[in-house]
T-cell receptor, first 110, second 113 residues
C-alpha cells in the first residue's frame, strides 16, 4: 500500500524566514501530488497540484513545490514566511487512490 | 464561490446514540467523500460516492454508513456512536472521478461522551 510521510509534525519558523516542508511517498511510479493547507477552523484547500510535466510548480500565497522524482519526495517552500501562513499543511498523492500524509503544523514566530 | 457546507461545526453526543452528519455541495459535483481527521493520523477516508444512491467503502468504514439520495447531499451515519469515534469529520466533493481537486467543508468536531 502506498504511504505518504511528512517529515516533522510541527515546524516553527520566524516571520520573514524560509518555509520548507517535506513530503516523502512510497510509489515507484510518479504520481499526481498535491499540497493542501488547512487554516484554523477551516477545511482543507488546495495549495498546488503537481503532475510529471515539471519539477517546480507555483501555488497560491507565494508557495511553490519542487518535485524530486529520484528521491520520491516533494518540498514545499516559501521564501519569506508571513504570520498568515500559520496553518496545517498536508501532502497528498494519487496513485490508484488518494492518500494523505499526516500533516505538518506550521507556526510562525513574530 | 464554490461551497461545501457541513451542517454542524460542533456536536456532542452520548455513547450509543445514532448520529447524522450532513454535507451539502452547490457545485453539481458527482463525487463526494467523508474523511475523519485525527492528530498524528492525517485524513482517513471513511466512505465515498461517485453518483446518487451509490456508495463505496473507504479505508475505515467500520461503524459508519452513508446515504446519498440527492446529488448535492451526502450524509454520514454513526449507527451507534462510540467514544473512539470522537474526531473531526470532513466532507469533500470533486468534479473529477479521480478526486484530483477536492473541495472541503469546514468540518464537524464530534465528541462522543
Amino acid at each position: 500500500a502506498q504511504s505518504v510521510t511528512q517529515l516533522g509534525s510541527h515546524v516553527s519558523v520566524s516571520e520573514g524566514a524560509l518555509v520548507l516542508l517535506r513530503c516523502n511517498y512510497s510509489s515507484s511510479v510518479p504520481p499526481y501530488l498535491f499540497w493542501y493547507v488547512q487554516y484554523p477552523n477551516q477545511g482543507l484547500q488546495l495549495l498546488l497540484k503537481y503532475t510529471s510535466a515539471a519539477t517546480l510548480v507555483k501555488g497560491i500565497n507565494g508557495f511553490e513545490a519542487e518535485f524530486k522524482k529520484s528521491e520520491t519526495s516533494s518540498h514545499l517552500t516559501k521564501p519569506s514566511a508571513h504570520m498568515s501562513d500559520a496553518a496545517e499543511y498536508f501532502c497528498a498523492v494519487i496513485n490508484e487512490k488518494l492518500t494523505f500524509g499526516t500533516g505538518t503544523r506550521l507556526t510562525i514566530i513574530p | 464561490d464554490v461551497k461545501v457546507t457541513q451542517s454542524s461545526r460542533y456536536l456532542v453526543k452520548r455513547t450509543g446514540e445514532k448520529v447524522f452528519l450532513e454535507c451539502v455541495q452547490d457545485m453539481d459535483h458527482e463525487n463526494m467523500f467523508w474523511y475523519r481527521q485525527d492528530p498524528g493520523l492525517g485524513l482517513r477516508l471513511i466512505y465515498f460516492s461517485y453518483d446518487v444512491k451509490m456508495k463505496e467503502k473507504g479505508d475505515i468504514p467500520e461503524g459508519y454508513s452513508v446515504s446519498r439520495e440527492k446529488k448535492e447531499r451526502f450524509s454520514l451515519i454513526l449507527e451507534s456512536a462510540s467514544t473512539n469515534q470522537t474526531s473531526m469529520y470532513l466532507c469533500a466533493s470533486s468534479f473529477l472521478p479521480t478526486n484530483e481537486k477536492l473541495f472541503f467543508g469546514s468540518g464537524t468536531q464530534l465528541s462522543v461522551l
